[in-house]
């Protein structure tokens, strides 16, 4: 079978380690697969992508979609008028685009893995392909209020791909409209070819301490302020003083390095970036910290109960409780309310019962979603939907 693989990125972050741990299983599988990375602006990520698999840099903008300017309709006046003389335009540089840029194979499966414009248009239009998949990583709600041209772009593409059984849920009420194939799979995760680095660890500890770890690309959506407020109130109300570890980068980075340096507790925060060996930072962290307000199912999550890190998480939809559950497997608490997560953490920090206890669930809760287990049900989701 011969897999087209679109995303539009390849930076530092959950959905691009996701993708990567998809790529090594479908060359596993034994299946040819040719990855189409929309931006060729990449980080040093893209270097774990199989060396089976044929990597194509295919600039390919949101803006090149007639569908990111959907929108206009409903927020312009002249939207109405408008839109249809920029789509016209866009259906000819599409064309010449997919002549002169587009291989010409065809494919037995083509997957829009990101789930942005640019990706599911990428599929749905360019991509030459018997069966056509498309992943939907956060809330169908919250794409729709964006734009309704999300649900255009899911009928052309048909088949979905969700991460939660809330986001099931959800995809079925619209499905009254949308009349979609709809399958529900969880994020593997795979750590199995990186070895933890013991030097590493020690020096970890040795220099920060029992620090907090927060993995997050630094952006208006992940809400880091939250928990750096947390932190203040952690140190004046609770007197812990831990240092936290902030790895990721991302556009919110030096206003976010400027508010941490306005609080009282500014130098026990760490913002050290992208970092090649997170499983280091795990296996070191004494409590892991998640902030977002929305997501599908995040990736940092099942990577913490790998490493048997207990976890203080904000109710971000649909996934954390997925993941989590009603507080069995992490404590969850309101998003946006940095005095309820610090009271989480405080609560879970002094008592070494529910510490403990939390550390022992983790690794049976993470096999859930192992590669042995979703590999099965991606298999199953492959040959289901080339029917």
Request: hydrophobic share 40%; aromatic share 12%; with cysteine.
């Amino acid at each position: 079978m011969k897999i087209a693989f679109v995303i539009d990125q390849m930076k530092y972050g959950g959905i691009e380690r996701v993708a990567i741990n998809y790529l090594k299983i479908l060359v596993d599988l034994g299946y040819e697969i040719d990855i189409f990375i929309l931006d060729s602006n990449v980080e040093s990520i893209v270097e774990d992508i199989p060396d089976k698999c044929n990597i194509y840099y295919i600039n390919y903008s949101k803006y090149y979609s007639k569908y990111f300017y959907w929108p206009l309709i409903e927020r312009n006046k002249y939207g109405l008028y408008l839109l249809p003389a920029l789509s016209l335009l866009l259906f000819l540089f599409n064309k010449i685009y997919k002549i002169t840029k587009i291989k010409k194979t065809r494919y037995d499966l083509a997957i829009a893995f990101s789930g942005h414009i640019n990706d599911l248009t990428f599929v749905a239009e360019l991509i030459n392909a018997k069966t056509k998949l498309s992943w939907l990583h956060g809330s169908l709600s919250s794409y729709m209020l964006i734009s309704k041209a999300y649900g255009i772009l899911y009928n052309k593409i048909k088949k979905i791909v969700v991460l939660s059984t809330d986001g099931q849920e959800e995809v079925l009420i619209y499905n009254k409209w949308l009349n979609l194939d709809i399958y529900k799979l969880y994020n593997p995760i795979s750590f199995t070819e990186k070895k933890v680095d013991i030097e590493k660890i020690k020096y970890l500890k040795e220099k920060y301490g029992s620090f907090f770890l927060v993995v997050s690309r630094m952006s208006p959506q992940k809400d880091p302020y939250t928990i750096i407020d947390s932190m203040e109130i952690l140190s004046k109300k609770y007197d812990i003083n831990n240092n936290v570890l902030f790895l990721g980068n991302g556009p919110e980075m030096s206003k976010v390095k400027e508010y941490a340096r306005k609080t009282s507790i500014s130098h026990l925060i760490n913002f050290l970036g992208n970092v090649s060996d997170v499983e280091n930072y795990y296996s070191s962290a004494q409590l892991f910290i998640h902030s977002s307000p929305l997501e599908g199912l995040p990736t940092v999550l099942l990577e913490s109960l790998y490493f048997e890190v207990p976890i203080v998480a904000t109710d971000s939809k649909p996934g954390v409780r997925e993941i989590l559950g009603n507080n069995e497997y992490g404590r969850i608490c309101p998003v946006g309310d940095s005095k309820a997560m610090a009271r989480e953490i405080s609560s879970l920090l002094s008592d070494e019962k529910i510490y403990n206890k939390y550390k022992s669930l983790s690794k049976d809760r993470a096999d859930d979603f192992s590669e042995i287990k979703i590999t099965k049900e991606l298999l199953y989701i492959i040959k289901n939907s080339s029917l």
